[in-house]
């Protein structure tokens, strides 16, 4: 098949061409012929705590591939289910729940990379955002379900569920050691909801944590003097900048300042809600009651708890920010997978699956394809 698009981003530069597909995987190049649209890679999310009335928290496995299909539709191909903060118990069901419905991807050959399209976006593996946060930082988790870092537990999430990344603050007892063992367990290592200084930011670094959970938002102000763990994130090249950009939870200007303080590092995600695609109201995230107004989700005392957006709508706010189109693109695509350390997502290669998206030169979704087959 033809993809009858006018350029590409393959091996993550725009060049002018059109792809064809065949069995699933991008099998050639053709001169543009008459196409219009731009394929892009499939994008991938690094923080999705629901979706479409779904709550990963509560989710059947059923009930995980309705919001992996909905997912798809807005052009993401993989993410990772976000379990926030809870009683122990409910969070290692949750994390079961989650595993049979990847098995269940995988039976079906959507998960991987595999050439069977299935319909959904691939469950990437799960985001723990919790429960080893700091009070002080919590935002919308409760309080009774924050716990110091437990090395048993952490185990016992690692039994439960394929962990990909988990979320921690640096500077709770024992939370350096712990981060030695989730990265020699394959586990990305986030600090998120901290009060960490400047200095406990850096030897959770060096002690291989590998990024920061939604920048700025549940974390200790940075100050010219005390710059905290954003400044420090920030001035180190081997941090990986994860941010919610939806004018929301960052202001214009700041959102514009991390893109350029942290270029082909900067991971957009939008830590979508369960009402994320759905209207105004009163929802739930996990054991929280949040409420959604004028699109803006918030929690019981008015605090942010997650976004609303889509992140190929986030990645065209970052290009009317200034960025190119291809730099945009590479924040929802190669640098999420980059960090998962997933070279078959987020690039579209000779050979590699055609997991991509077709949009307009202003990111305007136009179709998307899961393993060459269309959604929808």
């Not at 990772?80 to 989650?98: G, K, N, Q």
């Not at 670094?205 to 920061?212: E, I, L, Q, S």
């Not at 763990?229 to 300042?257: F, K, M, N, W, Y």
């Not at 959604?292 to 929690?299: E, S």
Request: hydrophobic share 45%; charged share 20%.
């Amino acid at each position: 098949m033809r993809l009858g698009v006018s350029a590409a981003i393959l091996n993550g530069e725009l060049v002018d061409t059109d792809l064809e597909v065949w069995e699933g995987r991008i099998s050639g190049v053709r001169s543009p012929a008459g196409g219009t649209g731009i394929a892009i890679p499939g994008l991938v999310d690094l923080q999705v705590n629901g979706y479409g009335g779904v709550d990963f928290m509560t989710a059947t496995p059923e009930d995980h591939r309705q919001a992996a299909r909905a997912l798809l539709q807005t052009g993401v191909t993989a993410f990772l289910p976000t379990i926030v903060s809870a009683p122990v118990e409910d969070m290692i069901a949750a994390m079961e729940r989650i595993a049979a419905a990847l098995r269940a991807q995988v039976r079906g050959g959507t998960a991987g990379g595999g050439t069977a399209g299935g319909g959904e976006a691939e469950i990437a593996g799960i985001h723990a955002e919790g429960p080893f946060l700091s009070p002080a930082r919590r935002g919308v988790h409760p309080v009774e379900a924050l716990r110091d870092p437990d090395l048993e537990l952490a185990e016992r999430f690692i039994s439960a569920g394929p962990l990909a990344l988990m979320t921690l603050a640096p500077e709770l007892p024992g939370a350096l050691e712990l981060i030695e063992v989730l990265v020699a367990r394959g586990v990305v290592v986030s600090c998120g909801h901290t009060d960490a200084t400047a200095e406990v930011a850096g030897q959770a670094f060096d002690r291989g944590a590998r990024t920061v959970t939604h920048l700025f938002n549940g974390m200790r102000p940075m100050g010219h003097r005390d710059p905290g763990i954003v400044g420090a994130a920030l001035s180190r090249v081997d941090v990986t900048i994860q941010i919610i950009l939806d004018h929301v939870h960052l202001a214009p200007d700041i959102e514009r300042l991390v893109w350029r303080a942290a270029p082909g590092r900067l991971a957009l995600v939008t830590d979508d809600v369960p009402a994320a695609g759905l209207a105004d109201g009163s929802y739930t995230l996990g054991p929280s009651a949040i409420t959604v107004r004028d699109g803006v989700a918030t929690g019981p005392a008015g605090q942010l708890s997650g976004g609303m957006s889509t992140l190929l709508e986030s990645a065209a706010r970052l290009q009317k920010l200034g960025a190119a189109l291809a730099e945009a693109v590479s924040t929802v695509t190669e640098v999420p997978a980059r960090l998962l350390g997933r070279d078959d997502l987020g690039r579209l290669t000779l050979g590699g699956p055609a997991d991509l998206v077709v949009v307009d030169g202003d990111l305007s979704l136009r179709r998307v394809l899961k393993a060459g087959v269309q959604a929808g």
